[in-house]
């Protein structure tokens, strides 16, 4: 046979195994449903609940004094309270969130920035089957689910002006703006 045959019968045998691997033919195959069940996401939200109430806890005060901050100021010492309901909607296996407050929520020069203290404290409305509510260092406390899906917590967020000398932070401008004061909610990984 001649080479030129013998280089045609093999070019026309690869083809030929070449297109037997694209033809039509089945290899046996199966698959069995199993019922897994619907996997479903957790929540994690926060509202508030209710109106929020101004007290003047300063000392020598009587307990229970209102304070308005429309149209009273504080002065070194004083020391005022907001209390606020809010809302937490924690649900899922592992979830765990932090609770605290947006620093930058809060507007005011410097001048009186440096003399005001901030402290935030959470309390659950006690239910059974609340979120935990765990102090977690200062103005921040981790909120671990129960088996309720939502949790009532007591807020109080409170405001001192701490003893200072000189004149530091009296201006007729200074003011501390807490009108888009924010609570935040985060997850955290356990």
Known sequence: MNKLLKGAIAG????????????????????????????????LAIAKSGTATWTDISPGVAN???????????????KVKLTQKVVLSTTGKNLKASFGFDPA?????????????????????????????TANGANTYTITPGSDATTTVDVTFTVEFLDTTGTTGQSVASAADLSKLAFTLAQIRP
Do not use: H, M
Not at 17 to 41: C, E, H, P
Not at 115 to 128: C, E, F, G, S
């Open 105 to 133: 929520s809060v507007t005011t020069d410097s001048a009186l920035a440096s003399v005001l203290n901030y402290n935030l404290t959470a309390t659950p409305v006690v239910t059974a089957g609340s979120a935990a509510v």
């Open 64 to 78: 229970g004094t209102t304070f308005d901050p429309a149209t009273q100021k504080i002065v070194p010492g004083d």
């Open 12 to 43: 026309a045998a690869g083809v030929a195994l070449l297109l037997g691997g694209a033809g039509t033919f089945a290899l046996w195959n199966d698959a069995a449903v199993v019922s897994g069940g619907t996997i479903a996401t957790g929540t």
